[in-house]
């Protein structure tokens, strides 16, 4: 029988398939039926910053209206507990997991600056969570702000975050960085535990009968695996955390070459939207049958076996163009 188990920011998963923040992830019904079809772990649904920062800043008026000496020490004095709000259930969302299920709880944070909003990372910590996702992402449209700004805003967070929590954490990213490599080999020598490669995002369409904007597709496809896996190959013996990938795994094939490209884990959300949780059953099946047929008995003996590092024809992962397609076979 073969064995599934990897160890992914330093924790123990049965297998590599961690259910990724969404809609989905969103409450105690469905992580308990995502921990029964077989879910690695599970990403919550993601807390904004701003949504802290709302809750921050009207605990301070409060606070404010009644007091005329304000310290920062007030922070230590809120008791969120007590105070009816988003906080409050993300918080009680994260004991009843730890509560009710076994595998790994990772809440997620979506954030674009380090500011006082990172206080509420030990909260999750005190909650019980297993390590933290930092989803970060500034759309590269300040044209006035340098490279170096932009990209220090990672660092900063990562540092900032570090600082509030001894569980590990992850930062999930994008591939919009015009040094992509540099940047994500910088970001892991950062005291980062791991990178999510790559999340998706909202992105805009055309109503070219009514000329409104529209959302695009809101699910990946599974032809969407192919930017994570160039990238998971290519960087993964050049990091010094963990790897997860994710976008466009739809099935227990993707899980099987995500790992072989040397990922220690992978995200899934859209599969799940289209074929409902119990299909992380079936992707598990997929990679228990391939394993078998290829006579591998753990993961270990597999991954990365494909990564850039290993391969006996290295540039095939940074080939860009179409030219010799039809004349060059890989
Ligand atoms: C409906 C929906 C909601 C999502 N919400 C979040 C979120 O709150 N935080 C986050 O980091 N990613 C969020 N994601 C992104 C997913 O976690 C994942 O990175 C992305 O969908 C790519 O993986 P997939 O191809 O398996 O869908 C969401 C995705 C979907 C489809």
Redesign the pocket.
């Known amino acids: 029988m073969a064995n599934l188990q990897t160890k992914y920011l330093g924790l123990n998963l049965r297998n590599p398939i961690i259910v990724?923040?969404?809609?989905?992830t969103n409450t105690i019904e469905e992580l308990k039926e995502m921990e029964k079809f077989g879910a690695g772990a599970i990403?919550l649904?993601?807390l904004f910053e701003e949504e802290i920062e709302i809750e921050l800043k009207k605990q301070m008026a409060e606070m404010v209206s009644t007091s005329n000496n304000v310290y920062p020490e007030i922070y230590d004095m809120f008791d969120l507990a007590t105070v009816e709000d988003t906080l409050t259930k993300y918080l009680s969302l994260i004991e009843t997991a730890k509560k009710e299920l076994s595998i790994p709880i990772i809440p997620?944070i979506?954030c674009i600056s380090a500011t006082e909003w990172t206080f509420f990372a030990k909260k999750m910590q005190d909650a019980g969570a297993d390590a933290i996702?930092l989803?970060v992402f500034l759309m590269p449209c300040e044209f006035d702000r340098t490279t170096k700004d932009s990209e220090q805003i990672y660092f900063d967070i990562v540092h900032k975050v570090k600082k509030e929590v001894t569980i590990p954490v992850s930062l999930?990213m994008s591939y919009y960085f015009s040094n992509l490599g540099g940047m994500l080999q910088r970001v892991s020598e950062s005291g980062v535990d791991g990178l999510?490669l790559?999340?998706?995002f909202f992105a805009p369409d055309f109503d070219i009968n009514n000329f409104r904007v529209i959302p695009a597709s809101?699910?990946?496809n599974a032809q969407?695996l192919s930017i994570s896996l160039r990238w998971i190959a290519i960087m993964a013996e050049r990091v010094k955390c963990d790897l997860a990938a994710?976008?466009?795994?739809?099935n227990g094939k993707s899980v099987i070459k995500q790992i072989l490209a040397g990922a220690d884990a992978v995200?899934?959300?859209?599969?799940?939207?289209k074929n409902g949780i119990s299909y992380i059953a079936t992707m598990i099946e997929e990679m228990e049958e391939w394993m078998t047929e290829m006579d591998y008995e753990s993961l270990s003996e597999f991954r990365g076996k494909m990564s850039q590092a290993k391969s006996i024809n290295p540039a095939v992962y940074e080939r860009a163009q179409f030219m010799k397609h039809f004349s060059q076979k890989f």
């Open positions: 990724g923040s969404c809609g989905l990403v649904k993601s997620s979506n996702e989803n999930k999510v790559f999340n998706r809101l699910y990946s969407d994710s976008t466009g795994v739809h995200q899934i959300a859209s599969i799940l939207y």
